[in-house]
């Protein structure tokens, strides 16, 4: 069985994850998190939960600023999304690869939108600027006599969350496109003699033509035959409900009981998953980020607000939820297993692992523990070492569908934060709370198989002393 | 002068390894220069390197790596289970010059 397992279905499931998409998906998408990360800090300076400090910043004036900061960090990461995806399949691919982002980024802007917004005059005279969706738009000119003028402007509603499975496609067929021109070297080439930069600065002509105009093709095919942009109907047909999986408890289950079985066999499980998670966790991050803005700008209290974007359509597995819930003190949660091996421990083997182990199991980083004890295909600590993250995901899942925890609003941490403090930064005490009672739970989870394979240690180091 | 390259997921857990390695080295009195990085930017960091190493995390990546550093004359292998876990910078750094002697 473990041999069929180790033999057929990961290689199989590790062609998959190195596949060249899936490679270009999870490196690229990395070079948004320092936006999201800043951006995060202006949200929660201009929405800070304690109200006197709240006022302290809206007395300095500076709130416009921040929520300008913010506009421009966090809520474009679909538009770094795309470079990043572009660049890096070229450069995996060995080409030239900003050129492959810019591309990218120019096919994205043509998916989406090229309007904000119409302005609508009616027959009497009245004008009034509404719809920022083509059908909208539409229909509101459709009334007697109405007149509909489109406002032109980049539509930040497709540049963060919304537009995020969007702007990753068009990363991968631009890369995938660029880097089919370079492998044929088509590119236009110029004379020997001509300064190498400016003969780089035509390599990308060729190409970019070719997949912009294609990308123009395609806007041009939807707005004709169903009035819309690109951009919507791939939010509607792949995105939303690639967005169901996670809004799910099964679709959550599935997930993180996946990150230790693939431990289990040795394979760094947070980094599989996480390349199919990761995208929908961020899209949920942006929109979560942009109903709480909402609802803060129409006057919502912030400890109401958190609370209420589950009910305004947002998500609650996002990028900052599996920060918090997924592998805190490392993949299984296994600071309890740290814990009884540091100090309940009577094998030298377990003792020294613990000793490895609880530095960096703060950081959430368990490597020595996963290796050292080992739990990486050692069948008897499978079941806590599987358990664990379920008990954390699922409650957290559950205390935040039943209103006890609030939303994850936007904020989110490295994921080498330590737990506790990484709940308190990005949801608030109650994550913090449930983070601490996990951990403790982690030691009783484990406890009983931890104290057999103890036992077994124990007696086969004695043997071998005996000897 | 040894140098040596630890390839992880992050470079982040490999980097402890790294420091018992260091340590280990200077008991035996051999020169070395090890440094940690992810296994995705492998192929930025292989010039003048004696060996690279994998974690056992990334070893279901070891055929794609091996080719990647041999096309540098890189020998590469993956760290034993038990020693990277145990951080046994003695035995893996042995490894590491039973790989490079090859």
């Known amino acids: ?467 | 002068m040894l140098t040596i390259r630890l390839f992880c997921a992050a470079g982040m857990s490999t980097s402890l390894l790294v420091r018992k390695m260091e340590e280990a080295a200077a008991a035996e009195g051999t020169e070395v220069d090890i440094i940690a990085f992810p296994v995705g930017e492998m192929d930025q960091h292989l010039d003048g390197v004696d060996v690279a190493l994998l974690g056992p995390q990334v070893g279901y990546m070891k055929a794609q790596m091996q080719k990647t550093a041999a096309a540098k004359g890189v020998p590469c292998d993956v760290i034993p289970m038990a020693d990277y876990g145990m951080v046994n910078g003695k035995n893996v750094l042995a490894f590491a010059k039973k790989l490079a002697n090859k």
């Open chain 1, 1 to 467: 069985m473990g041999d069929f397992i180790q033999n057929t279905i990961l290689p199989a499931f590790m062609k998959f994850v190195n596949t060249r998409g899936v490679r270009a998906i999870k490196d690229g998408m990395m070079f948004t998190m320092p936006l999201i990360i800043v951006g995060a800090v202006y949200l929660l300076l201009f929405q800070l939960p304690i109200e006197a400090a709240a006022n302290f910043i809206t007395s300095l004036g500076i709130v416009p600023f921040l929520s300008h900061g913010y506009t421009s960090t966090f809520q474009i990461i679909a538009m770094v999304c795309a470079v990043g995806v572009g660049y890096t399949w070229a450069k995996n691919e060995g080409w030239e690869p900003l050129s492959a982002g810019v591309i990218s980024l120019a096919v994205f802007l043509i998916l989406i939108p090229d309007y904000i917004g119409a302005v609508v005059t009616t027959a009497d005279g009245a004008a009034t600027i509404s719809a920022v969706d083509t059908a909208t738009a539409a229909e509101a000119a459709a009334v007697d006599g109405a007149m509909a003028t489109t406002v032109s402007g980049l539509n930040k509603t497709w540049l963060a969350g919304q537009g995020m499975i969007g702007a990753i496609l068009a990363g991968l067929a631009s890369g995938c496109v660029y880097s089919m021109f370079m492998a044929k070297d088509i590119r236009i080439k110029m004379p020997e003699g001509v300064p190498d930069g400016v003969a780089a600065a035509f390599t990308g002509l060729i190409p970019a033509a070719v997949i912009c105009t294609g990308a123009v093709v395609v806007f041009g095919i939807c707005e004709a035959i169903g009035g819309v942009t690109p951009i919507e109907v791939i939010y509607r047909f792949v995105q939303t409900p690639l967005q169901g999986l996670g809004d799910s408890l099964v679709g959550v289950t599935i997930f993180e009981a996946l990150i230790p079985i693939l431990w289990f066999f040795g394979v760094h499980g947070a980094t599989v998953v996480g390349s199919v998670t990761q995208p929908i966790g961020l899209a949920n991050q942006a929109e979560n980020a942009e109903i709480f803005n909402k609802l803060i700008s129409q006057g919502v209290p912030r400890d109401q607000a958190v609370f209420q974007i589950g009910a305004e359509g947002g998500h609650i597995f996002t990028e900052a939820f599996c920060n918090c819930f997924q592998a805190i003190s490392g993949s299984g949660i296994t600071l309890g297993l740290v814990i009884f091996m540091t100090f309940f421990a009577k094998s030298a083997q377990l003792k020294q692992v613990g000793k490895l182990g609880l530095g960096c199991g703060i950081f959430n980083i368990n490597e020595p523990v996963l290796f050292g004890t080992p739990i990486v295909l050692n069948p008897k600590l499978i079941v806590p070492f599987v358990a664990a993250p379920l008990v954390s995901n699922i409650g957290a899942y559950i205390l935040t569908d039943i209103g006890f925890m609030p939303y994850t609003m936007g904020v989110t941490v490295p994921w080498t934060t330590p737990p506790v403090l990484s709940g308190l930064l990005c949801i608030g005490w109650q994550a913090a709370a449930w983070q601490l009672l996990t951990l403790v739970a982690s030691f009783f989870i484990y406890l009983p198989f931890a104290r057999s394979v103890d036992a077994e240690y124990l007696a086969l180091e004695g043997d071998s002393a005996a000897a």
